[in-house]
């Protein structure tokens, strides 16, 4: 005589489909350090790390001379998206209930602000200021 296991898959289920979202919202890797912007030596390089356009100022030969941008920090993190996943299997998914806002705060944007001048060419970077 077989039993019904409707009610043990949908809670299985349910726990598999739930231990997801922090773990995700952890793992996230988004945003660019201090460090790794400094290093950039043009304009492309800025742009390919997320530096995100203000405004721009051009000289009196309409070259770009300095622009400033706004930049994500980095955020997520690999071992914080291991820590959910064994909480997650450790309370069969209940730790998502506190973990999910959790991340949501956390991962909220924090940003900063460049002040970038540029040399005659207009693409590679003389300077840039961070604040």
């Known amino acids: 005589m077989m039993k019904n296991n409707s009610p043990f898959l949908v809670v299985l289920i349910s726990c598999?489909?739930?231990?997801?979202?922090?773990?995700?919202?952890?793992?996230?890797?988004?945003?660019a350090s201090e460090e790794t912007i400094k290093q950039c030596k043009t304009r492309t390089c800025l742009q390919t790390n997320g530096a995100e356009l203000i405004s721009q100022r051009t000289n009196k030969q309409d070259v770009l001379s300095e622009?400033?941008?706004?930049?994500?920090?980095?955020?997520?993190?690999?071992?914080?998206?291991?820590?959910?996943?064994?909480?997650?299997?450790?309370?069969?998914?209940?730790?998502e209930v506190a973990a999910t806002p959790i991340e949501g705060v956390l991962n909220s944007p924090d940003?900063?602000?460049?002040?970038?001048?540029?040399?005659?060419?207009?693409?590679?970077?003389k300077k840039i200021q961070v604040g």
């Open 111 to 125: 940003r900063y602000n460049l002040r970038v001048m540029y040399k005659a060419d207009g693409e590679t970077i």
């Open 67 to 95: 622009e400033v941008y706004q930049v994500q920090k980095p955020r997520g993190s690999a071992a914080r998206a291991v820590a959910h996943g064994a909480l997650d299997v450790a309370t069969l998914g209940l730790w």
């Open 16 to 31: 598999l489909w739930l231990s997801s979202c922090s773990v995700y919202m952890a793992s996230q890797q988004k945003g």
